[in-house]
């Protein structure tokens, strides 16, 4: 996420400069980190599940 907000901080200034190719770059790159944050997190949490469960019915 942090590297995602960075990028976008980039793009916008990028927009501000004028650079419409760097503002492009950086957009991209914003959006590319933001979602594989997202995706890592929800992997994250359906493995935390699948081992509680798992735990849970070997008892």
């Given at each position: 996420?942090?590297?995602?907000?960075?990028?976008?901080?980039?793009?916008?200034?990028?927009?501000?400069?004028?650079?419409?190719?760097?503002?492009?770059?950086?957009?991209?790159?914003?959006?590319w980190?933001?979602?594989?944050?997202?995706?890592?997190?929800?992997?994250?949490?359906?493995?935390?599940?699948?081992?509680?469960?798992?735990?849970?019915?070997?008892?």
């Amino acid at each position: 996420m942090l590297l995602g907000a960075l990028c976008a901080v980039g793009a916008f200034f990028a927009v501000r400069s004028g650079s419409w190719l760097w503002a492009g770059i950086a957009g991209v790159l914003a959006v590319w980190f933001v979602v594989d944050a997202v995706r890592s997190y929800g992997w994250n949490e359906n493995r935390k599940r699948l081992a509680a469960e798992k735990q849970a019915a070997a008892r």
